[in-house]
């Protein structure tokens, strides 16, 4: 029996060639592939060898890519398999690989022109080499390489960046061989990187990004990165919030980073980052108070006592401190009384004689020490002056030879005075460079709007589904490894831009779809008696975990009398293009039997209360039977009499109406969507489901979405909250 196309092409061949009808019946069932039956899975196999063998390439052309090279080997290998579903499965592995089409995707690609060839350039002068060692903007990785644009470690000797002053004079930042050969023996040459979150609030998907762009680098050279918390503010830090980042960097970890980047859909399971060390910068406080007092030492800091209003004045006017010429002898000692506590805190702070005219704020003679009379989480009451963020920052990369201080780009102008506090220590200095922050429509990300809206009661904590906090996408059933995806495909470059929402839920999808086991569940249940069914009928069907994979495994499904079905599966008015029930319709109760509307009932409201069906029980699946187009979701009895398990789900939409809230003002409050939580009470599922679910298990609803069980279920209380619906609803 002929069953594609491509069978019927082998007959016609053959019938050519034999002038007729054919005389040797074995040979034409050979040509036409009579009986060989290619499977669906074997189909995926060939297709994914086929993009394996130009991987890189379709990742660099994306869908400019000719894909129809790919047909090839696949109809050569797999002769007889049909060519609709080969290309059908064509196009869906390169949509998994390479995600929606973008704009770009969409334009004519430009035509590449060949290289002219180059005279040779004679060698860069030295105010040059600032700008040839650091990437320039806009630069960019390869798919297989984010990070190629780096220079290396081996490469650190060159200008990182100039330091321009008032007076006209320059300071050329590098290190010399002799320090950059001591940093490379302390290193042995790896790539050396460091996350370094402040510990005063929730980490959120921004800080993701930072996660991929430190420890990810860091993976794909075979280097460390350390975990280094910035606690230099102790009235901001709390035990809690350290406790959580640790948890949180731990969550976002991977797979083996090469497996990660050719199959981030085949990963099953997932290990957290593993900081090379977990520092903090309060473990360094001696070591910063030492560097303190060699930059008095040099004439390069003073204690000054002007307040805070009274700095800020000065350095509007570009004017100097009062005490700004002090002498060395009296600046030590006057910093050592900071030290024994002898002032109230604002009496006195240590500033770094910088450059007070300089067009660069953050070298406006900045604050490297202040008093603070507060117990530290870590340090306890050892010390009451603590460092500053600007001097603290650079000494902990230089302590702990960072080759690469990555971090987005309003730290840019502050380049200047990371390097002259470095240089003029005479350290040895990494290199910096600054991305682009992470910026998503339809929500905030800024840790003062977070956490207003967290304490004025407008989402319910730090880990609400509805944040773009860690916690609260761990919360909504988020997999760590979407989240890479995500910020693997926006890449790490300088140019500003708004991620739309919907890319993130693209990749949350994709993971889902391919890890999450399949059940059956009711949202808003409307009761079906099945009138020939008996009432004291009790028995089960199979339904299936992975439908159509060989790693599926069947689970049970009650069937009685009384099912239960989405009250939007059933309408007084059918139409074509309604799949749902209707008064004299049939539908499909899924891995079950068909059933036929004969009745319904309704409420004083004039609602329906009740539906009667008569179920086709001798419909077997494959018998011959051609069963009803809609399918329909259900849960039944589980025994005569005996309600279903009850759950509360939780429906969740964007937090703000707009793409930015942010560009709103002070006004960012108004715009939060009313909808984007709505809690049903009273949805149905199965007991296979209700007696194994456990917190942050992930299960797709079939036609529902993806769920995921929330921390505040109890047994016989099931909570679910919606992850992502099964389709992207987005609309150009």
């Not at 010429?325 to 500033?351: H, P, V």
């Not at 030879?401 to 730290?411: A, G, V």
């Not at 009384?562 to 899924?590: H, N, T, W």
């Not at 039977?625 to 589980?638: D, H, R, S, T």
Request: negative net charge; glycine residues 6%.
């Amino acid at each position: 029996m002929l069953q594609t196309t491509t069978q019927l092409d082998g007959a016609f061949e053959y019938l050519k060639k034999v002038g007729g009808e054919p005389t040797d019946a074995a040979a034409f069932e050979e040509a036409a592939g009579v009986g060989v039956v290619v499977t669906p899975e074997q189909i995926s196999a060939a297709v994914a060898d086929a993009i394996g063998s130009k991987k890189e390439q379709l990742l660099e052309d994306r869908y400019h890519f000719n894909t129809n090279l790919l047909l090839a080997p696949v109809t050569k290998a797999l002769k007889w398999a049909d060519g609709a579903a080969v290309r059908a499965e064509l196009s869906s592995q390169v949509e998994a690989l390479l995600g929606h089409k973008t704009e770009a995707d969409l334009a004519p690609p430009e035509k590449k022109k060949k290289p002219k060839a180059e005279k040779p350039k004679p060698a860069p002068k030295v105010e040059e080499q600032a700008a040839a060692a650091a990437p320039e903007e806009g630069a960019a990785g390869t798919a297989d390489d984010p990070y190629a644009f780096m220079p290396k470690p081996e490469d650190n000797n060159q200008v990182h960046t100039t330091v321009n002053f008032s007076d006209g004079s320059v300071m050329r930042i590098a290190n010399s061989p002799a320090v950059l050969a001591q940093h490379m023996q302390r290193t042995g040459g790896k790539v050396v990187t460091r996350f370094p979150p402040e510990p005063n609030g929730y980490l959120h998907i921004g800080h993701a990004k930072a996660m991929f762009v430190d420890f990810g680098m860091a993976v794909q050279y075979g280097g460390v990165c350390y975990l280094r918390y910035d606690d230099t503010n102790p009235e901001a830090e709390k035990q809690e919030y350290i406790d959580h980042i640790a948890e949180i960097v731990s969550w976002m970890g991977l797979s083996p980073w090469k497996e990660y980047i050719d199959h981030i859909a085949e990963i099953v399971s997932w290990m957290g980052w593993s900081p090379w060390k977990v520092t903090y910068a309060s473990q360094y406080f001696a070591q910063l108070h030492a560097y303190a007092v060699q930059l008095i030492k040099a004439g390069k800091a003073f204690v000054c006592h002007q307040s805070k209003a009274e700095i800020e004045e000065s350095r509007e006017q570009g004017l100097p401190s009062p005490w700004r010429e002090r002498s060395i002898e009296e600046n030590l000692r006057l910093f050592e009384d900071m030290r024994r506590g002898l002032y109230k805190e604002g009496e006195a702070t240590l500033r770094m004689k910088m450059d007070h005219k300089n067009e660069n704020p953050n070298m406006w003679d900045s604050v490297a020490y202040r008093i603070k009379y507060v117990q530290h989480p870590m340090a306890g009451d050892e010390w009451c002056i603590y460092p500053s963020y600007d001097f603290t920052h650079c000494l902990c990369d230089a302590i702990e030879d960072i080759t690469h201080s990555l971090c987005t780009l309003e730290f840019e102008s502050r380049r200047a005075s990371y390097y002259w506090l470095l240089d003029v220590l005479d350290t040895y200095k990494p290199v910096v460079w600054e991305y682009s922050r992470l910026n998503i429509t339809n929500t905030v990300l800024s840790k003062r709007k977070l956490n207003r809206l967290v304490t004025e009661d407008h989402v319910h904590g730090w880990d609400d589904p509805r944040l773009l906090t860690l916690a609260g996408l761990r919360r909504r059933g988020v997999a760590p490894a979407s989240i890479n995806a995500f910020c693997r495909e926006i890449g790490i470059t300088r140019n500003a831009n708004v991620i739309p929402y919907h890319k993130l839920e693209h990749h949350v999808r994709l993971h889902l779809d391919v890890n999450s086991p399949r059940t059956l569940a009711v949202l808003r249940p409307l009761k079906v008696v099945l009138t020939n069914v008996p009432e004291q009928h009790s028995s089960t069907v199979q339904g299936a975990t992975l439908p159509g994979r060989l790693e599926s495994q069947a689970y049970d499904l009650p069937f009685s009398r009384v099912v239960y079905i989405e009250a939007s599966d059933f309408r007084l008015q059918d139409s074509k293009d309604y799949y749902g029930l209707a008064p004299g319709k049939s539908a499909m109760l899924r891995y079950a039997y068909p059933i036929t509307v004969i009745g319904y009932s309704t409420a004083a409201d004039g609602s329906i209360s009740e539906v009667a069906a008569e179920a086709d029980l001798s419909f077997v699946a494959g018998g011959g039977k051609k069963p009803p187009k809609g399918v329909l979701n259900w849960v039944a009895q589980p025994a005569p009499g005996q309600d279903p398990e009850h759950a509360e789900v939780r429906l969740y939409d964007v937090l703000f109406k707009s793409e930015a809230p942010d560009a709103l003002g002070d006004s960012w409050l108004e715009d939060l969507n009313p909808d984007s939580l709505q809690v049903v009470q009273g949805a149905m599922v199965n007991p296979h489901l209700a007696a194994t679910a456990k917190a942050f298990d992930r299960f797709q609803f079939e036609r529902l979405g993806y769920f995921s069980v929330d921390p505040d279920s109890k047994p016989g209380q099931l909570v679910f909250n919606r992850t992502v619906t099964l389709k992207d609803s987005f609309k150009k």
